[in-house]
């Protein structure tokens, strides 16, 4: 059983940066595809980016494209999510999860964080 702690999140005012992280134990980290979404106030949750097995691709939401960064380190079992130039509406719970898909859909993914708290004001 993997378990996912998440960190790194908080209060930044607009066009500012936050780094998550997610560290893993209880499985074998490199062998999953790791991805973060995002869930706001009332809406769904929702796909933000995902990177391959041992770094080989990523993929983005259009909304984070060139201002979030996925990337992981299997030698640390930990997934990391850079945002850059944030906006008020990057505010919401960001979740990491680990699947054997790839895929932008949730509900493939087995394993999840609790979630950490991103807070953007303008």
């Known amino acids: 059983q993997v378990q996912l702690v998440e960190s790194g999140g908080g209060l930044v005012q607009a066009g500012g940066s936050l780094r998550l992280s997610c560290a893993a134990s209880?499985?074998?980290?490199?062998?999953?595809?790791a991805a973060w979404f995002r869930q706001a106030p009332g809406k769904e949750r929702e796909f933000a980016a995902r990177?391959?097995?041992?770094?080989?691709?990523?993929y983005y939401a259009d909304s984070v494209k060139g201002r979030f960064t996925i990337s992981r380190d299997d030698a640390k079992n930990t997934m990391y999510l850079q945002m850059n130039s944030l906006k008020p509406e990057d505010t919401a719970v960001y979740y990491c999860?680990?699947?054997?898909?790839?895929?932008?859909?949730?509900?493939?993914?087995?394993?999840w964080g609790q979630g950490t708290q991103v807070t953007v004001s303008s």
């Open positions: 990177i391959s097995w041992r770094g080989g691709t990523t």
């Open positions: 999860a680990l699947g054997v898909h790839l895929t932008t859909i949730p509900g493939p993914y087995t394993y």
């Open positions: 209880g499985g074998t980290f490199s062998s999953y595809v």
